[in-house]
């Protein structure tokens, strides 16, 4: 089994809100990845004294721990758990009920000889590779599902949809998000790799529409996670027109983790 990671930060004066781990137990069978991507806070965004990264380490460290020790749990129980202990943490001291309050989207895969469970939540991306090259893409499409009038501004979007019932949801401070998650479970054997990507990794295929989600693929086993991350900033940084980019910020934090068996 190969492992590989990238994490890049958007902007080198800042602090990347990115998150990624992955761990294997000393007997080799079996492993877990954790990527995590942080929401960038906006101002006024709440009584929080936290950052994004305090939130995303905290956060997951407590999914990988969980994942590696507790396979009782299921990864829908071991998210929940994680984001209660992570809300506890700060608690006492912000208010977590404000709806910009620090979170994050989550992919979580776990797998032993015979099985890979998986779970996403919002929109970052897990690609499932088949020996027969065959990609699936496991998404959580709910933001995409919402109606652009929701999102003309973000205090529209937090008062509206954001962590609400006909809207999207991230892990915040309530572990019912965690029920929320897209999770499913699939034969290991007929897998051949697993990529996990944040937003400002897609963005290969779903803003500048260089490829498939199999092409994608095919770019991290040819250049490695980092050439994928590399392309993605050249094709940023030429989009002087912003034509793929339209508001989006001009560079986010992009991190890839590969897995092939």
Same mark, same amino acid.
């Given at each position: 089994? #190969?492992?590989?990671?990238?994490?890049?930060?958007?902007?080198?004066? #800042?602090?990347? +809100?990115?998150?990624?781990?992955?761990?294997?137990?000393?007997?080799?069978?079996?492993?877990?990845?954790?990527?995590?991507?942080?929401?960038?806070?906006?101002?006024?965004?709440?009584?929080?004294?936290?950052?994004?990264?305090?939130?995303?380490?905290?956060?997951?460290?407590?999914?990988? $721990?969980?994942? %590696?020790?507790?396979?009782?749990?299921?990864?829908? $129980?071991?998210?929940? *758990?994680?984001?209660?202990?992570? %809300?506890?943490?700060? #608690? =006492?001291?912000?208010?977590?009920?404000?709806?910009?309050?620090?979170?994050?989207?989550?992919? !979580?895969?776990?797998?032993?000889?015979? $099985?890979? +469970?998986?779970?996403?939540?919002?929109?970052?991306?897990?690609?499932?590779?088949?020996?027969?090259?065959?990609?699936?893409?496991?998404? =959580?499409?709910?933001?995409?599902?919402?109606?652009?009038?929701?999102?003309?501004?973000?205090?529209?979007?937090?008062?509206?949809?954001?962590?609400?019932?006909?809207?999207?949801?991230?892990?915040?401070?309530?572990?019912?998000?965690?029920?929320?998650?897209?999770?499913?479970? *699939?034969?290991?054997?007929? !897998?051949?790799?697993?990529?996990?990507?944040?937003?400002?990794?897609?963005?290969?295929? @779903?803003?500048?529409? $260089?490829?498939?989600?199999?092409?994608?693929?095919?770019?991290?086993?040819?250049?490695?996670?980092?050439?994928?991350? @590399?392309?993605?900033? *050249?094709? *940023?940084?030429?989009?002087?027109?912003?034509?793929?980019?339209?508001?989006?910020?001009?560079?986010?934090?992009?991190?890839?983790?590969?897995?092939?068996?």
């Amino acid at each position: 089994m #190969r492992i590989q990671l990238a994490t890049v930060p958007g902007d080198p004066a #800042r602090p990347n +809100e990115d998150w990624a781990a992955t761990a294997m137990p000393a007997s080799g069978l079996g492993g877990l990845l954790v990527v995590l991507d942080g929401v960038t806070p906006l101002p006024g965004n709440g009584d929080c004294v936290h950052d994004v990264p305090w939130f995303t380490a905290r956060l997951g460290g407590a999914l990988t $721990e969980l994942s %590696a020790s507790r396979r009782d749990m299921t990864l829908t $129980e071991i998210l929940a *758990e994680s984001i209660r202990r992570t %809300a506890d943490a700060h #608690r =006492d001291t912000c208010d977590l009920s404000h709806p910009r309050t620090p979170q994050a989207t989550v992919v !979580l895969a776990r797998w032993d000889s015979a $099985e890979l +469970e998986y779970l996403v939540l919002s929109d970052s991306v897990l690609l499932l590779e088949s020996c027969d090259g065959t990609v699936r893409a496991v998404l =959580d499409d709910r933001l995409d599902r919402v109606p652009r009038s929701a999102l003309v501004s973000d205090a529209v979007a937090d008062s509206l949809v954001r962590n609400k019932e006909g809207g999207f949801f991230t892990a915040a401070a309530d572990p019912s998000a965690a029920a929320r998650a897209v999770t499913g479970r *699939e034969p290991l054997a007929p !897998l051949r790799s697993a990529l996990a990507l944040t937003d400002g990794a897609t963005r290969w295929v @779903e803003k500048f529409g $260089e490829g498939s989600w199999g092409d994608c693929v095919a770019l991290v086993r040819k250049a490695g996670p980092e050439g994928l991350v @590399e392309r993605v900033r *050249e094709l *940023e940084a030429g989009d002087v027109g912003r034509v793929f980019l339209g508001g989006s910020k001009r560079h986010d934090d992009a991190t890839v983790v590969a897995v092939e068996w």
